[in-house]
């Protein structure tokens, strides 16, 4: 391996060439190994995993596992002329696609002939598809030779979402899911190849970048080659960070101590001294999500509780909300930068805590005697001390009321009422009519008002509607896309405020037409009556000229309503 030119990328130079070498797959390699060394090999296979797992790199083991001239207990022996074919790229017999770029019909019809061709220099045919989730019709082609393949032919399929493919494609394959490496698995495979290449690392910085691969064997190996080809020293953490782009643990801690502590200046100036040295946004987002994610694992009890765990898991998860909430490819005014300075704002602490929970309000209707007002007239205080007196949610009124406990407005009352003026009773109404009296004019309005928004407000008639049709068509054909609907319909009934509108069964396609504009017909018959009204589109035999206003037509629209009643459905016609 070290006799290969450096300038060749690591991913390449140290890719899998045996079942042995791949990492972190142990079930399917073992599954693999087993069907190839029992000779039960499937004619198709469908690879799904996360991108740079080794779903190709297997795909490439198997072609030469099916055709090594010197199999050893189901491992290739990647020395064999068949082996060294198939790894430097010159077999014939092993073709490898792209179906991002060639997914068509006719892409699939060209590579039958290939299929069915007996092979020239190997024993079996291999055809190894990438990416076959973006193949949509061309599967059409493909399902029949895929239930009866010739017997020399194989096919791999290698996706990362197997979502995309056909059920009945899914039926015809042997499926081998593919995981994501964990951290060791990755460091373990980049020390080989540190080794391998004589270069020295740090454990912190191999540990680094396989925590930035996030389970992806390929994306660590382009790293540490982007890496390496700085200069020829130890490789370093601080030397991770500096060529990708990354921000300091320290600097990511004071950042979310901010964060979690609700202190937006500290924070602030942290992202302007990382945009002054020009670090990623992007990327420090990432990595503050992870740092707060170990954090929160720590409070919880996993490890001890230091540092920016010692701030407790309430704190950390409602910050952690907050960073997972942005939109890091947000294209608007601030961007990302916005975005973080906006999450340092904590909320208010009645509101982070919780809102209070308020007392009910009293009821005053039973604790307050209504109020005389200009809507209640003055009558109505002669009728209350007459023969059969209303009760009144009060106390009982004093026998011997003082002279003087009347105030001077109590005058009116009796203009009002003058002949029982001698009785106790009005001089108590006085009395407690005068603080009613000093209240503010909100306290007095308010009694008032609740009678009268309980009351309902009387609806449109199908006469009256009938009257202004032609304003309101005039209000409505304003609208171009509306103008053929409300010369097509007609009203035919009105319930409250609810206006039905047909429309000619020959013409019933404009009802569901109608029923999607329904608010552009609401707001303009509402204009022209005065009054809020809602539509309701229906199916009937109604004709486009105007109803004449006779018996036959009352009784017309009466019988409609009769029969149909609510039904929003296409009717049939009245006898």
């Known amino acids: 391996m070290s006799s290969t030119p450096q300038h060749v990328a690591i991913y390449r130079r140290w890719r899998a060439q045996t079942f042995d070498q791949i990492v972190g797959q142990g079930a399917v390699v073992e599954t693999i190994r087993n069907g190839v060394r029992s000779g039960r090999t499937s004619h198709a296979y469908l690879f799904v995993g996360p991108r740079g797992t080794g779903k190709t790199s297997m795909a490439r083991i198997l072609a030469k596992a099916l055709n090594c001239t010197n199999l050893r207990d189901g491992e290739p022996c990647d020395a064999c002329p068949s082996c060294e074919s198939i790894r430097e790229g010159r077999a014939l017999d ?12 006719g892409d699939m019809r060209d590579l039958l002939p290939r299929v069915f061709t007996a092979p020239s220099d190997l024993r079996r045919k291999v055809f190894i598809i990438d990416e076959v989730q973006r ?12 239930e009866e393949p010739p017997d020399h032919a194989v096919f791999v399929f290698c996706t990362t979402d197997s979502s995309g493919i056909r059920p009945a494609v899914l039926s015809r394959v042997q499926r081998f899911d593919f995981r994501r490496l964990t951290v060791p698995e990755i460091a373990g495979k980049l020390s080989t190849i540190l080794d391998g ?48 782009g990354l921000v300091d643990e320290e600097t990511i801690d004071a950042f979310l101590a901010a ?13 302007d001294r990382l945009e002054e040295v020009g670090r990623d946004l992007r990327a420090f987002t990432e990595q503050a999500i992870e740092r707060l994610r170990a954090a929160l694992v720590v409070s919880l009890g996993r490890g001890a509780g230091e540092g920016l765990a010692a ?21 608007g005014p601030g961007g990302l930068r916005l975005q973080l300075e906006l999450a340092l704002f904590a909320l208010p602490q009645p509101v982070a805590q919780g809102l209070p929970s308020f007392p009910a309000a009293p009821d005053r209707r039973a604790s307050v005697p209504a109020p005389p007002t200009s809507q209640s007239p003055p009558p109505a205080l002669a009728q209350t001390s007459g023969p059969e007196p209303k009760p009144r949610p009060q106390p009982q009124p004093a026998r011997s009321p003082a002279p003087d406990s009347v105030p001077s407005p109590a005058g009116e009352a009796p203009s009002a009422a003058p002949a029982p003026a001698v009785r106790p009773l009005p001089a108590a109404e006085a009395a407690t009519a005068a603080p009613a009296r000093e209240v503010s004019p909100a306290r007095e309005v308010a009694p008032v008002s609740a ?21 309101i068509v005039e209000v409505v054909s304003k609208s171009p896309p509306t103008k053929p609907l409300i010369l097509a319909c007609r009203p035919v009934a009105v319930d409250g405020s609810v206006v039905t509108l047909g429309f000619p069964e020959a013409q019933s396609f404009f009802k569901d037409v109608a029923e999607r504009r329904r608010a552009i017909l609401e707001d303009g018959v509402g204009r022209v009556l005065g009054m809020s009204v809602s539509v309701r589109c229906v199916a009937a035999n109604v004709e486009v000229s105007p109803l004449p206003e006779d018996g036959d037509s009352t009784r017309l629209l009466t019988e409609f309503r009769r029969i149909y009643g609510d039904d929003v459905v296409d009717v049939q016609n009245v006898d």
């Open 94 to 105: 092993v073709q490898e696609f792209d179906a991002a770029s060639n997914n068509t019909v």
């Open 311 to 331: 701030a407790g898991p309430a704190h950390l998860a409602a910050a952690a909300r907050r960073l997972a909430a942005l939109d890091p490819v947000h294209p």
């Open 451 to 471: 009678p009268a928004a309980a009351r309902p407000r009387p609806g449109p008639t199908l006469q009256l509607l009938l009257e202004r049709w032609a304003e």
């Open 259 to 271: 964060l979690v502590s609700g202190d937006p200046i500290a924070g602030i100036e942290i992202l």
């Open 197 to 244: 290449d004589g270069r020295k690392a740090d454990s912190d910085a191999i540990d680094l970048i396989a925590r930035l691969a996030a389970g992806g064997m390929r994306d660590a190996e382009s790293m540490l080659d982007q890496l390496l080809a700085t200069d020829a020293g130890a490789l370093t953490a601080d030397k991770v960070r500096e060529v990708l």
């Open 135 to 146: 193949i949509t019709q061309g599967w059409d082609v493909l399902l029949k030779t895929l």
